[in-house]
């Protein structure tokens, strides 16, 4: 698409040249005095394609028009500057189907989106919004698949849990996985939007369905497949923008018999692996939820930001909400045990892949988690958290966030808490 495009800005550009000056002949009448002139396109009736050069030339001695291009195959006319008088007796000529203004055209531009400015992401290492340059890792996410024929996305591989006879098929039918994706790693191409993590190898493991939903068991299948390819493929990092109801028995599952725990414990302590996972949108205890209650993953609360910028101010957008504070959907840590694996994470309004191509703007925590799994991402591959233990991730994020000045912070976060509600402090990706 950036190709395209900008052949397409090239093309404009040559035919506002052409028009401007180098014509010659008929093409080249003077003016009428200062008369106003326009650019315009002219389009032909089929019967004229045979004359065409005939009729442009009785249009230049009848009208003054001083034609461009010219156009035979994909529609009969041509291009011109024309006085603004003579448009109306151009359009009642009865070789003219339509006169129609040349309206400039632009190259697609990439967005960066308000989350990644947010925290900061256009100043870390990879400098995510200048075009230019990739984060290698491998983040594995779990969701509804991811669109595998997204233009900004590098999805590598991955395993769909939905259906085991059809285990090679992982493209999203939903759309969240690939908004998700989208934020932890949308490429720095020009195009669409960037991630926090632009171009990190993607590894969708679809464990959700069409209508958003799953079970236990596809859950597990998921973290069955990481366990086993985490090591092979170099995945340091998955993201669970998903949950369910469940309580932490600060056993690793044995104590309440939880097998998502177990598994969970397992991907983390044995196989290496950063598990973020979003804190849920029902405003209350992360406790009541799985896996944002496990101990083992680290859980990202959203909070509303409707410019990048921090301070306060802005007007919302898509959804009702204030400026730089805890979004009002939110689940929290209340026990001092959950607050020790919280983080915050941009989660309101957030611009990311659409399914199908293109951009869509969506809210959760949902939203919110992968912003914090791309800077771990981005945080191993810059050096600071490589060879670093889950744990030692997930401590390293937190503490960088929590050094951030009070100016960088929400309200609602630790230096300015909500009574019984604790939203961490607000990831930051600029310091990798």
């Given at each position: 698409?950036?190709?395209?495009?900008?052949?397409?800005?090239?093309?404009?550009?040559?035919?506002?040249?052409?028009?401007?000056?180098?014509?010659?002949?008929?093409?080249?009448?003077?003016?009428?005095?200062?008369?106003?002139?326009?650019?315009?396109?002219?389009?032909?009736?089929?019967?004229?394609?045979?004359?065409?050069?005939?009729?442009?030339?009785?249009?230049?001695?009848?009208?003054?028009?001083?034609?461009?291009?010219?156009?035979?195959?994909?529609?009969?006319?041509?291009?011109?500057?024309?006085?603004?008088?003579?448009?109306?007796?151009?359009?009642?000529?009865?070789?003219?189907?339509?006169?129609?203004?040349?309206?400039?055209?632009?190259?697609?531009?990439?967005?960066?989106?308000?989350?990644?400015?947010?925290?900061?992401?256009?100043?870390?290492?990879?400098?995510?919004?200048?075009?230019?340059?990739?984060?290698?890792?491998?983040?594995?996410?779990?969701?509804?698949?991811?669109?595998?024929?997204?233009?900004?996305?590098?999805?590598?591989?991955?395993?769909?849990?939905?259906?085991?006879?059809?285990p090679n098929s992982y493209r999203d039918n939903n759309g969240h996985g690939t908004h998700v994706a989208g934020t932890v790693a949308a490429r720095d191409n020009g195009d669409d939007v960037v991630g926090v993590a632009p171009g990190a190898r993607?590894?969708?493991?679809?464990?959700?369905?069409?209508?958003?939903?799953?079970?236990?068991?596809?859950?597990?299948?998921?973290?069955?497949?990481?366990?086993?390819?985490?090591?092979?493929?170099?995945?340091?990092?998955?993201?669970?923008?998903?949950?369910?109801?469940?309580?932490?028995?600060?056993?690793?599952?044995?104590?309440?018999?939880?097998?998502?725990?177990?598994?969970?414990?397992?991907?983390?302590?044995?196989?290496?692996?950063?598990?973020?996972?979003?804190?849920?949108?029902?405003?209350?205890?992360?406790?009541?939820?799985?896996?944002?209650?496990?101990?083992?993953?680290?859980?990202?609360?959203?909070?509303?930001?409707?410019?990048?910028?921090?301070?306060?101010?802005?007007?919302?957008?898509?959804?009702?909400?204030?400026?730089?504070?805890?979004?009002?959907?939110?689940?929290?840590?209340?026990?001092?045990?959950d607050a020790a694996h919280t983080i915050a994470g941009p989660g309101v309004c957030i611009n990311s892949t659409r399914n199908g191509g293109g951009t869509t703007v969506l809210s959760g925590t949902s939203m919110a988690s992968p912003h914090v799994a791309g800077t771990a991402a981005l945080c191993i591959a810059a050096g600071p958290c490589a060879g670093l233990s889950p744990a030692g991730v997930a401590a390293e994020l937190r503490g960088h966030a929590?050094?951030?000045?009070?100016?960088?912070?929400?309200?609602?976060?630790?230096?300015?808490?909500?009574?019984?509600?604790?939203?961490?402090?607000?990831?930051?990706?600029?310091?990798?």
């Open positions: 698409m950036a190709g395209s495009a900008y052949r397409l800005a090239a093309v404009s550009a040559a035919a506002g040249a052409l028009l401007a000056g180098g014509l010659t002949g008929a093409e080249a009448t003077e003016g009428r005095g200062a008369e106003p002139e326009g650019r315009y396109v002219v389009v032909l009736k089929d019967s004229a394609r045979d004359r065409l050069e005939t009729v442009v030339q009785g249009h230049g001695r009848d009208h003054g028009a001083r034609a461009g291009f010219r156009y035979q195959d994909a529609i009969v006319g041509y291009s011109a500057v024309i006085p603004e008088s003579q448009v109306a007796a151009l359009r009642a000529d009865p070789n003219v189907k339509a006169v129609a203004p040349d309206l400039p055209v632009h190259a697609t531009q990439q967005v960066l989106p308000t989350g990644v400015d947010r925290i900061q992401a256009d100043v870390s290492s990879t400098a995510a919004g200048n075009g230019s340059g990739g984060v290698d890792a491998a983040v594995a996410i779990l969701d509804t698949g991811i669109d595998t024929g997204h233009r900004d996305l590098n999805v590598v591989g991955g395993y769909n849990c939905m259906n085991p006879f059809l993607l590894y969708s493991v679809k464990v959700l369905g069409a209508n958003g939903s799953g079970s236990t068991s596809n859950i597990i299948c998921g973290l069955n497949w990481l366990a086993n390819n985490a090591a092979r493929y170099g995945i340091k990092v998955a993201n669970m923008s998903l949950g369910g109801d469940g309580a932490d028995d600060g056993n690793c599952g044995n104590s309440n018999q939880d097998p998502w725990h177990q598994a969970i414990c397992n991907v983390v302590k044995n196989k290496g692996v950063t598990l973020v996972a979003a804190a849920g949108n029902s405003t209350d205890d992360i406790a009541n939820h799985r896996p944002a209650s496990y101990d083992e993953v680290l859980t990202v609360t959203a909070m509303a930001d409707f410019n990048g910028q921090s301070g306060g101010g802005a007007a919302a957008t898509c959804r009702a909400d204030v400026d730089e504070t805890a979004a009002d959907f939110s689940s929290f840590a209340v026990s001092t045990a929590s050094a951030q000045p009070l100016s960088y912070g929400f309200a609602g976060d630790p230096n300015t808490p909500v009574a019984g509600r604790y939203y961490g402090y607000l990831v930051h990706a600029g310091g990798y």
